[in-house]
């Protein structure tokens, strides 16, 4: 049977995402998240949409005994391994946690699952391997450059995965170099949920949309760009969530593939100023605004080419900006609160 998935981080934004679409296309699948960065709330919620219930284990993936007893009680044909640390600002202050938790962790996968020979692996890479790029589109092939501890721990679990699937063959290894994913479930009943204050510009802008903050602060407008402001590769996470089924696809169908990484953006540049009027103009809801200082460690300009994603997995984005902006603003308006608000209407 090649259709058990372990999910691990399969309760966070990307993660929840995903396992509809996992269970759409018919994937039998497990969820295995610690809950540090999300709520059980978005499992019952992705019960609730795709009309089944999920098998779920509360477990860190730096817990060896627990993970070796989820593989020998399930026989799995493949991982998709989203749990990690994602927050750059926090990495710089606290890398000890992230290399443990994104590197540590991931090598304790790795381990266990080479002990029960489950060598299929999707792997929540990012773009920020490439670093500041020196030609757009970034091909797969761009050199890699990390300045956070966030990134390098990315580029390092990258490096890790390289040598192991050098050293054994049997390996199947994707890694999926996400763009900027943004947008939730077109139901409105899932979507991102930021602890604190976002650091991320879109659930900002719908944070300032719905009124919790007062105004967005874009992050210099002194770029090299078509109006001064950072431009982006914006993506629907219902896009990128089927980029996982692409890959789970290729790898059913596909051996000794070695280490492959693939990026998932839809190929646009879209710069925050752009970003922000779509959102105004498809939601009819103001979002405020005032120009600031960049901030430190941005690039200019980021944006895929998805050539290899179309050529390979014969995947694609379907979905646009102005899809991206209703979407997040109806899981916004409905969850003014994320999932703690007192109820879904
Ligand atoms: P998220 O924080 O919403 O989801 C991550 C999930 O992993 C959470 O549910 C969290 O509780 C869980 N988790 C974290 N550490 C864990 C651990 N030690 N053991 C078990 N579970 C753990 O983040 P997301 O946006 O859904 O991102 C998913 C993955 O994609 C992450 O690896 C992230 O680095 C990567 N990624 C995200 C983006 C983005 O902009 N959202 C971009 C590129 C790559
Ligand atoms: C986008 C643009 C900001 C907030 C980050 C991580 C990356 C990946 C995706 C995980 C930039 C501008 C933002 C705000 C703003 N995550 N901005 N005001 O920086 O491209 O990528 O998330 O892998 O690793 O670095 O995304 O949404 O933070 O910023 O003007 O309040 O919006 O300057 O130009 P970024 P972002």
């Not at 372990?6 to 039998?28: K, M, Q, R, W």
């Not at 719908?206 to 002194?222: C, H």
């Not at 070695?258 to 839809?266: A, E, K, R, S």
């Not at 200019?300 to 390979?312: Q, T």
Request: charged letters at 20%; a negative charge; glycine letters at 8%.
């Amino acid at each position: 049977m090649k259709n058990k998935i372990l999910v691990t981080g399969g309760v966070g934004y990307i993660g929840s995402h995903t396992c509809i679409e996992l269970i759409n296309a018919g994937f039998d699948i497990v969820v295995y998240d610690n809950l540090s960065n999300s709520s059980i709330e978005a499992l019952h919620r992705v019960e609730s949409i795709v009309g089944q219930s999920i098998e779920f284990i509360e477990g860190d993936i730096l817990d060896y005994s627990l993970l070796d007893h989820v593989f020998k009680t399930y026989e799995f044909f493949a991982v998709i391994h989203f749990a990690g640390l994602k927050a750059v600002g926090e990495s710089v202050a606290k890398p000890l946690l992230y290399y443990k938790n994104n590197v540590t962790g991931t090598l304790n996968l790795l381990e266990v699952m080479q002990r029960y020979s489950v060598k299929n692996f999707v792997f929540s890479s990012s773009a920020t391997v490439y670093g500041d790029p020196e030609t757009l589109p970034i091909v797969e092939t761009a050199p890699r450059s990390c300045t956070n501890p966030y990134g390098q721990s990315k580029l390092t679990v990258e490096y890790i995965l390289e040598d192991l699937a050098q050293s054994d063959p049997t390996w199947n290894i994707v890694s999926l170099r996400y763009f900027n994913p943004v947008g939730a479930h077109k139901s409105g009943l899932i979507g991102e949920d930021p602890n604190d204050i976002p650091n991320n510009l879109m659930p900002y802008i719908s944070q300032v949309a719905v009124g919790k903050l007062k105004q967005l602060s874009i992050f210099g407008n002194d770029y090299d760009t078509v109006d001064g402001t950072g431009v982006r590769d914006f993506i629907h996470v219902v896009d990128l969530a089927n980029g996982h089924v692409a890959a789970l696809d290729y790898l059913v169908n596909h051996q000794a593939i070695g280490f492959l990484p693939i990026n998932l953006g839809t190929g646009k540049g879209t710069s925050v100023l752009e970003l922000v009027h779509a959102f105004i103009e498809s939601t009819g809801v103001d979002v405020p605004y005032q120009f600031v200082d960049r901030r430190p460690g941005d690039v200019a300009s980021c944006y895929a080419s998805a050539a290899f994603a179309k050529e390979l997995l014969n995947w694609s984005a379907d979905l646009n900006i102005v899809d991206m902006c209703r979407d997040t603003w109806q899981w916004q308006s409905k969850n003014p609160k994320g999932y703690t608000s007192e109820s879904f209407s």
